[in-house]
């Protein structure tokens, strides 16, 4: 059961765009399209910013776009906005268990 | 609202064990599945446990399997997690967590409890 891949950090300045990579197995990622994104800011809960791969909750800014490539999720957040600055993880159903990537610190430059 | 309120932190002794519950509210708790994430201090999340709907199916992540259990009472809407045989690495802070989806098991989480740091140290 090991975490799935994310990059430990990436940058963008207002305005860019950023993409998160997720890289699992085909039996994790790749097996399904179970994927989520959350967004965690220091000393908070997480917050669900993607499901089922490519779907947003109500609320959440169409800024936040999800995708999936074979063994490797992605979570694309364009037009980059200060308050975009936190860590964020992907989830995933792994069959008989779920797994949390390692997460991945966007920075705002 | 949904409120999940969890309680039983502490320290506890490498060895020793600790029960948590989590009281939830805001809805139809029986139709939930529910999970356990946790988050040692400047680390990531890991997920932990899950239990289905009735209580009768249950998974673990390896690294507890064997030494914590996963339970739930749906006439107190309340979810446990009696952790046994504690380690160091076990310290961190809990989250109670439940599925968006009625009777999913698969999806994501939508409410995420305030967590509850367990210390275990001698």
């Known amino acids: 059961q090991s975490a799935l891949t994310q990059p430990r950090s990436v940058s963008g300045s207002p305005g860019q765009s950023v993409t998160i990579s997720c890289t699992g197995t085909?039996?994790?990622?790749?097996?399904?399209?179970?994927v989520s994104w959350y967004q965690q800011y220091p000393g908070k809960a997480p917050t669900l910013m993607i499901f089922d791969v490519t779907k947003r909750p109500s609320g959440v800014p169409d800024r936040f776009s999800g995708s999936k490539s074979g063994n490797t999720a992605s979570l694309t957040i364009s037009g980059l906005q200060p308050e975009d600055e936190a860590d964020y993880y992907c989830?995933?159903?792994?069959?008989?268990?779920?797994?949390f990537g390692g997460g991945t610190k966007l920075t705002v430059l | 609202e949904v409120q999940l309120v969890v309680s039983g932190s502490g320290p506890g002794q490498p060895g020793g064990s600790l029960r948590l519950s989590c009281v939830a509210s805001g809805f139809t708790f029986k139709n939930y599945w529910m999970f356990w994430v946790r988050q040692a201090p400047g680390e990531g999340l890991v997920w932990v446990s899950g239990?289905?709907?009735?209580?009768?199916?249950?998974n673990y992540a390896d690294s507890v399997k064997g030494r914590f259990t996963i339970s739930r009472d749906n006439d107190k809407s309340t979810v446990y997690l009696q952790m046994n045989s504690l380690r160091a690495e076990d310290s961190a802070l809990y989250y109670c967590v439940k599925s968006m989806r009625p009777f999913d098991s698969v999806g994501p989480s939508d409410y995420w409890g305030q967590g509850t740091l367990v210390t275990v140290s001698s």
């Open positions: 085909s039996s994790d990622v790749g097996g399904y399209n179970y």
């Open positions: 239990i289905n709907t009735s209580g009768t199916g249950t």
């Open positions: 989830y995933s159903y792994a069959g008989t268990h779920n797994l």
